[in-house]
């Protein structure tokens, strides 16, 4: 059993003030994986002031030192997949295929993303008499989630330190393995002390800690649109910036030209990747009514081909990260059902044959109407929803009708009309005929899906100031 009682503060392993713990459950067999020890605001102040000591030497250091420290950085953090990725999979559930080359392989690409940017990145630019100059935020406060863990948190740590800023990292209770493992890495790697700090504990009291403080220059927060909220109202006392990446309901709008044979299997593959557990997820598929049919039968016949279960029994999804997360998933499909959704396959019974853990079969419905709870809520499970649609124009309506505004895709042959629907998306990013992810592309949302940008050089702005030397340019 994995015993992380310890914080990281100041470039060490220190006993927590706090006196709470927590037992880390795995997902798949349902058993203790571990425990970690539950931060107080005490924790918090240690850890602030660590970084803001350390924020005057390290918001000082020069292009060239951060690059060498990337690059170690990239380099532990390599010869650690496989230990990330052992932690991901008690922690959450990831089978261990996805566990090591996508989940924890992330946190390399991330990094190496990053010093390429850094490489030629503008923190002094010449706009006529005046040098523009971008300069470290300060100490940043990082609050991140369990369903991509190692993900989202090098998505902030590692421009925080291209940056010059110093922080303090709080980890997602539900999966907090793979930080601590991060955390190791960064010592390794030879980040000063001070620069990067991690407590862990819960939102209310950690979180708010470190989004309320007054000595934390900026939070950067991943998780749902709720908790954003309240981390936002802890922040506005002390005017300090809060970047957000929240809550999602993207849809995937397939034209009439698509091939559905092609586009529909792979947006339920995507759809259901990580166990439908991600907030860029398109989960609503929207269909020309003439070819509904058609694209349900595609759509089903895709989701019952995934094997769920173990990796070493042949499973290709896992579980769902918490029981308390199953139970909620399983709500949404039974709400689906008694809304009058067609139910084309899946349900909120376990799959044949599995017993224990959280599992929750892949579940596609068809003939949704958009006032549907299950097509207007984020489910954040292996849920995908067909609504039809007859002209474009309501397509894009139906897509735009949403709160939230993360992501979205577009699918047809005439490239030139994809592209004309995809620029009518209120949404931070469209995938175009299936395209692969571009870690350099912005990543972020619209609406109540947050603001602020991550991945690549766009993830560098948040955690800049900008200054004006006013004839600085002439001097």
Known sequence: MRDYTKFYIDGQWVEPIGTGREEVINPTTESVAGVIALGSAEDVDLAV??????????GQTTREERLSLLRRVAEVAEARIPDIAAAITDEMGAPAWLAQSMQAALGVVHTQTAIAA???YPFEEAKGSTLIVREPVGVCGLITPWNWPINQIAAKVIPALATGCTMVLKPSEVAPFSAHIWAEILHEAGVPAGVFNLVDGTGPVVGAAISSHPQVDMVSFTGSTRAGVEVARAAAATVKRVTQELGGKSANILLADADFATVVPAGVSAAMLNSGQTCSA???????????????????????????????????????????????????IEKGIQEGATLVTGGADRPAGIDKGFYVRPTIFSDVTPDMTIAKEEIFGPVLVIIPYDTVDEAIQIANDSPYGLAGGVQGRDVDAVRKVAARLR????????????????????KQSGNGREWGEHGFADYLEIKALVGGALA
């Not at 949404?427 to 619209?446: E, K």
């Open 427 to 446: 949404t931070g990013q469209v995938m175009i005929n299936d395209a692969s992810l571009d870690f350099n592309a912005p990543f972020g949302g619209y």
């Open 118 to 120: 850094l490489e030629h």
């Open 282 to 332: 398109l989960t609503r598929m929207l269909a020309p009514r003439e070819h509904l049919a058609e694209v349900a039968r595609i759509a089903g016949e895709a989701a019952a081909a995934i094997p769920v279960g173990q990796s070493g029994a042949g499973g290709e999804m896992g579980p769902l990260a918490s029981e308390a997360h199953w139970r909620k998933v399983r709500g949404y």
């Open 49 to 58: 002031a660590a970084a803001r000591r350390a924020f005057e030497s390290f």
